[in-house]
C-alpha cells in the first residue's frame, strides 16, 4: 500500500500517519465515527478528504453513529493509477469519489445499514456476503437494490 497510512482488517487498528499537511484534526472535520482517510486511495494520503464526494461519507458516517455501528472501509476514492491497478472500469464511481464498499459481516447489522442508506436517499446498494456497496450517483441507469450471493 501507500506510504501515508497502514490500512488494516478492524475498524479500531486504523492508524493514519499524520504529516504537517495533513493533521488528525483535518482527518476528523465534519465526522464523528469515520475519517477521512478512511476512504483515501492507498496510494495517497489525504485524497479521500480531497477528492472523496461529501454526500455519501456524510450519509454513511449519519447511518453508523444513528445505528451505533463501526465498518471497515474497503475502498472509498481510488485515484487512477490504483484503479488501473486492481481493474476498475473507466466509469467505476469510485473513480469520481461517490462510492464507498464497506466490511459488513454480521446480516441483522447489514439489515440496518441497508435500512438506513435507503432512508437517506440512496438508490444504488449492492449487497455482498461480507460486505456493502453503495453509491450516489443518480444519473446511470443502473439496478436500484441488487443482491448477489457467492
Not at 116 to 121: A, D, H, S
Not at 126 to 139: A, H, I, K, N, P
Request: aromatic share 14%; with cysteine; hydrophobic share 30%.
Amino acid at each position: 500500500m501507500g506510504n501515508g497510512y497502514k490500512k488494516r482488517d478492524n475498524f479500531n487498528d486504523f492508524i493514519p500517519k499524520y504529516t504537517e499537511r495533513y493533521t488528525k484534526e483535518m482527518d476528523e472535520e465534519g465526522l464523528s465515527i469515520l475519517k477521512w482517510s478512511m476512504l483515501d486511495s492507498p496510494d495517497k494520503l489525504g485524497s479521500g478528504k480531497m477528492f472523496m464526494e461529501s454526500e455519501p461519507v456524510f450519509i454513511l458516517d449519519t447511518v453508523f453513529r444513528k445505528e451505533r455501528l463501526k465498518g471497515f472501509i474497503h475502498l472509498g476514492y481510488t485515484s487512477k493509477t490504483y484503479a488501473d491497478r486492481i481493474g476498475l472500469g473507466l466509469n467505476s464511481e469510485h473513480r469520481v469519489g461517490k462510492a464507498i464498499e464497506f466490511r459488513c459481516i454480521n446480516s441483522s447489522h447489514r439489515f440496518r445499514i441497508v435500512r438506513g442508506l435507503i432512508q437517506y436517499g440512496v438508490e444504488s446498494i449492492r449487497l455482498y456476503d461480507e460486505s456493502v456497496y453503495f453509491d450516489t450517483e443518480s444519473y446511470i441507469n443502473k439496478e436500484d437494490l441488487s443482491f448477489r450471493h457467492f
